[in-house]
């Protein structure tokens, strides 16, 4: 059974810093991309980023010079490492990974990052 462990949330200062991971397990096939979402009270989940196997990425506009997607494909591991964290970016953050071949899509269990002074 395929599971996404997130961790790295927490309780950070305008300005500040988080680094997120995300760990898979269970699974013998490999990772075509790995990414994270978020859901803010009241809206919709959205795409923060993500990375392809290959190493090709994708940012949301509101993140872009601020957050940046990593990944260790042997240890079917992404991180999302965020700087000058800022009050919007309040919200529930949630790993999601595709896997190759079926494309077969997981969701991590999500973990709280709350930026407040």
């Known amino acids: 059974q395929v599971q996404l462990v997130e961790s790295g949330g927490g309780l950070v200062q305008p300005g500040g810093s988080l680094r997120l991971s995300c760990a898979a397990s269970g699974s013998i096939f490999s990772i075509y991309v790995m990414g994270w979402y978020r859901q803010a009270p009241g809206k919709q989940r959205e795409l923060v980023a993500d990375i392809t196997s290959g190493g090709m990425i994708n940012y949301a506009d509101s993140v872009k010079g601020r957050f940046t997607i990593s990944r260790d494909n042997a240890q079917n591991t992404a991180y999302l490492q965020m700087n000058s964290l800022k009050p919007e970016d309040t919200a529930v953050y949630y790993c999601?990974?595709?896997?190759?071949?079926?494309?077969?899509?997981?969701w991590g269990q999500g973990t709280q990052v709350t930026v407040s002074s």
């Open positions: 999601r990974a595709i896997y190759s071949g079926s494309l077969t899509t997981y």
